[in-house]
């Protein structure tokens, strides 16, 4: 069964570094989601493609947040510096929306990050 | 956005049936109704979605009500591995990018008691 890849599970960074996540979405999902799920609250949009274009970015904190899907295929997210508050786990999902609103979205198991 | 509101908590026995609502009075008639759970420590899955009619599958029932204004998913048989956050979504099918958004809530979380 076709799921989507995130890398790595677990990251461990110190403050004021980068660190970067990968995600490979479900082959021929146009649209891909990057999330932030904070302990105990629901995830949080940050970024939402359809195919290598932005559609949503407005709660991404550009100062330090980027996310790039190059191709229209996979993508990346790069927080640099990081900062404590950063620690949390950073979803993505895909969906291929050929009937908009009339799909389901397809999540990766997420990357737990924590910064000391 | 169009938003939902859904109780913090709920407890269900296992075996039994478990109805979970959510309020939605400020659907608009583009607006599909999808349900996400979250298990712990993994990314949410989907399981339901619906217009206006009541919807089954392996998962679950969604029954919506008349106006739309709240549904209910109902779970026939609640197991342990039922035990999850579970989240209620409104997606725009307009046809507009925005459409395309999932904007989650705090959700319920479920608690199943053997």
């Known amino acids: ?116 | 956005d169009a938003k939902t509101t859904q109780p913090n908590s709920m407890e269900s026995n296992e075996e039994e049936p478990v109805h979970l609502p959510c309020n939605h009075s400020t659907i608009s008639g583009t607006d599909y109704i999808h349900w996400y759970r979250q298990l712990p420590s993994q990314g949410p899955e989907y399981v339901i979605h619906g217009l206006t009619s009541n919807v089954n599958n392996r998962m679950a029932s969604l029954a919506i009500a008349e106006d739309r204004k709240s549904s209910t998913l109902i779970l026939h048989r609640a197991t342990l591995r039922d035990a999850a956050v579970y989240y209620c979504i409104l997606r725009d099918h307009s046809g507009n990018n925005a459409g395309n958004m999932l904007t989650f809530g705090g959700g319920t979380r479920l608690m199943v008691k053997p």
């Not at chain 1, 996540?21 to 146009?30: E, L, N, T």
């Not at chain 1, 709660?59 to 950063?86: M, N, Y």
């Open chain 1, 1 to 116: 069964e076709a799921e989507v890849a995130q890398s790595p599970r677990y990251k461990i960074t110190e403050k004021s570094q980068a660190v970067a996540f990968w995600c490979d979405p479900i082959s021929g999902h146009a649209t891909l989601y990057w999330y932030r799920q904070i302990l105990g609250q629901g995830p949080e949009l940050l970024v939402q493609f359809q195919d290598e274009s932005v559609v949503d970015d407005s709660q991404l904190p550009k100062d330090r947040f980027s996310a790039e899907r190059l191709k229209g295929v996979d993508s990346t997210l790069k927080i640099q510096p990081a900062e404590l508050g950063d620690s949390a786990m950073y979803l993505c999902a895909s969906s291929h929306d050929r009937v908009v609103g009339n799909t389901e979205a397809f999540f990766g198991q997420g990357t737990r990050l924590t910064v000391v």
